[in-house]
């Protein structure tokens, strides 16, 4: 198991390595551009060098490029279709620059199901087909709010099961969305349930990375809205989610609230306050 965060890239990706180090990071992710936007500078090679670099001198691997939240896949709308479809292949291209094995993906959103999940699916396969590198598209599971894709592991297998390149498509499973969808992680046994159906339905092979983030709200309340590591609805399902055995081997990743550097860092401490065993009576007070 790996531990880290999302990295800040302002002032350039030559910030990121220390920004990960004082976080006590073993992986991380990032975005390769402003998330908020379709604009998009072309990367800095000097400052990319610098990041690969400093990087490839410390132990944070591996690394996650996140995509732009505007991108939606699943629109009917053939500009904004057009326009995330650019943004994918960008981003895929942006990866083979900055060294990243993976990019995540918000699912999208749309209506019509089963006319949305088909346009992702051949939207990732078009992408595939442009972008001429080895980087996996990971996608991310839903909170379901609204017309939100994604948010049942069958709606992640459907697009799944259209990829023609399966070596290049996988999961990232994040724990306060998952939540929100209805699948119950507070106890042991509820964790264990949802890792099945997720094994069941999908297939463990086919799970990349954990977005460990507790949630705000109540289960199967379909409200997106991270919390810190065992302060929310989720609470003590944390440190049975890091102690689940087929888990071990991923990289797990927090989103949590920040309004500073003491938030972060609160949140490291108390994952690893989780995964010692020997303090498991004190891990919830």
């Not at 800095?44 to 939606?72: S, T």
């Not at 297939?203 to 109540?218: F, P, R, T």
Request: glycine letters at 6%.
């Amino acid at each position: 198991m790996r531990l880290g965060f999302h990295i800040s890239i302002a002032g350039g990706f030559k910030n990121v390595v220390s920004r990960a180090l004082e976080r006590k990071c073993e992986t991380i992710q990032l975005f390769s551009r402003n998330p908020r936007g379709w604009k998009y500078h072309a990367l800095d090679k000097e400052d990319i060098a610098i990041f690969r670099k400093e990087l490839a001198g410390q132990d944070i691997w591996p690394v996650f490029v996140h995509l732009p939240y505007l991108v939606n896949l699943a629109a009917p709308r053939k500009n904004l279709y057009r326009k995330s479809l650019n943004a994918l292949v960008l981003d895929l291209d942006r990866c083979a620059l900055i060294g990243a094995e993976y990019i995540i993906m918000h699912v999208g959103s749309a209506v019509d199901e089963a006319a949305g999940l088909e346009r992702i699916s051949n939207g990732i396969n078009e992408a595939f087909d442009k972008a001429k590198n080895s980087a996996k598209i990971l996608l991310e599971n839903t909170a379901g709010s609204g017309h939100e894709l994604g948010h049942t592991f069958e709606q992640l297998k459907t697009v799944i099961d259209r990829v023609e390149n399966r070596k290049r498509i996988g999961v990232a499973l994040d724990t306060a969305h998952a939540f929100a969808a209805g699948y119950d992680l507070r106890t042991k046994k509820a964790v264990a349930v949802t890792f099945k159906e997720l094994e069941r339905v999908i297939g463990l092979d086919k799970l990349y990375l954990i977005h460990l983030n507790d949630s705000k709200y109540a289960c199967g309340s379909h409200k997106d809205r991270h919390w810190h590591i065992a302060k929310g609805a989720i609470g003590s399902g944390m440190y049975h989610i890091l102690h689940h055995r087929p888990l071990q081997h991923l990289p797990f990743i927090m989103e949590t609230p920040r309004t500073n550097f003491k938030e972060d860092i609160m949140n490291i401490k108390k994952v690893r306050l989780l995964l010692d065993r020997r303090r498991q009576t004190s891990s919830f007070k």
